[in-house]
């Protein structure tokens, strides 16, 4: 695979990286417990607040991360779909303060972290493929200039 060129395929790269790291080490290190999440019930993983189900999702989102990092427009849907989610957690987070739908745990470190990934996520995904290969070095679909 080519070294990513645009905004976007560095963030799906780099958050897909992070994201797929981080869910398989705080799965491997025991970090994590599956199921509905209490108030506060979450487990804790370096600073976050993590449940089993949240490293699921760190996994899933990424790999596609890693996959899409390969073509500009693959990069910027990934940045799209990650910041929706994210920014979405972010609120219900906020909101809430412990908890996603009851199964992701939450407390304000993860509420910060997704907030500033959703917000990351939604600025580089929304813009343009043409401002994409302006600010980066790519070509269109990730073709070699």
Do not use: C
């Not at 987070?93 to 908890?99: P, Q, V």
């Not at 917000?119 to 070509?139: C, D, M, N, Y």
Request: hydrophobic letters at 50%; aromatic letters at 8%.
């Amino acid at each position: 695979m080519e070294a990513p060129r645009t905004p976007a395929q560095w963030y799906a790269m780099l958050v897909g990286a992070v994201l797929a790291a981080a869910g398989v080490i705080a799965l491997i290190t025991g970090s994590t417990d599956f199921g509905t999440v209490a108030a506060g019930a979450g487990q804790n993983f370096i600073i976050w607040n993590v449940s089993g189900w949240e490293t699921i999702l760190y996994m899933g989102l990424g790999g596609v991360g890693i996959l899409a990092a390969s073509r500009v427009d693959g990069a910027r849907s990934f940045a799209l779909l990650s910041g929706a989610v994210f920014a979405a957690m972010a609120v219900w987070g906020f909101i809430d303060g412990d908890d996603v739908a009851s199964i992701f745990a939450v407390d304000t470190t993860d509420n910060i972290t997704y907030a500033a990934l959703g917000a990351l996520g939604l600025v580089i995904g929304l813009a343009p493929e043409s401002v994409q290969r302006k600010a980066g070095l790519g070509s269109p679909h990730g073709g070699h200039t």
